[in-house]
Nanobody
Framework: VQLQASGGGLVQAGGSLRLSCAAS????????MAWFRQAPGKEREFVAA????????YYADSVKGRFTISGDNAKNTVYLQMNSLKPEDTAVYYC??????????????????WGQGTQVTVSS
């Protein structure tokens, strides 16, 4: 399985970006797909996840109400719509996937597949 993340860039505070993560190589009927991020000097942290089988979504408290994760089964692609961006959202964003339906998807150690990361920079 290969994950290709894209859509990062430079945006002013209050702006929006949409990240995409295209998956290839396997079918994804029961996968959990997620976004994590890592800011300079900080540990990687969970952002959001979606269960492919039932559509359930999960969010970190810091992004609830501002970010939306969604998926397109036909394209094997997961999206992260990021609105009302803040400077503290600046980080490299990684997509991740696991073949199982994860019930605690914030634990990054569970994920088998990782994308290469895309930089998001929010200026104040």
């Amino acid at each position: 399985v290969q994950l290709q993340a894209s859509g990062g860039g430079l945006v002013q505070a209050g702006g929006s970006l949409r990240l995409s993560c295209a998956a290839s190589g396997r079918t994804f009927s029961s996968y959990t797909m997620a976004w994590f991020r890592q800011a300079p000097g900080k540990e990687r942290e969970f952002v959001a996840a979606i269960s492919w089988s039932d559509g359930n979504t999960y969010y970190a408290d810091s992004v609830k109400g501002r970010f939306t994760i969604s998926g397109d089964n036909a394209k094997n692609t997961v999206y992260l719509q990021m609105n009302s961006l803040k400077p503290e959202d600046t980080a490299v964003y990684y997509c991740a996937a696991d073949p199982r339906r994860l019930y605690y998807p914030a634990n990054e150690g569970q994920y088998v597949y990782w994308g290469q990361g895309t930089q998001v920079t929010v200026s104040s």
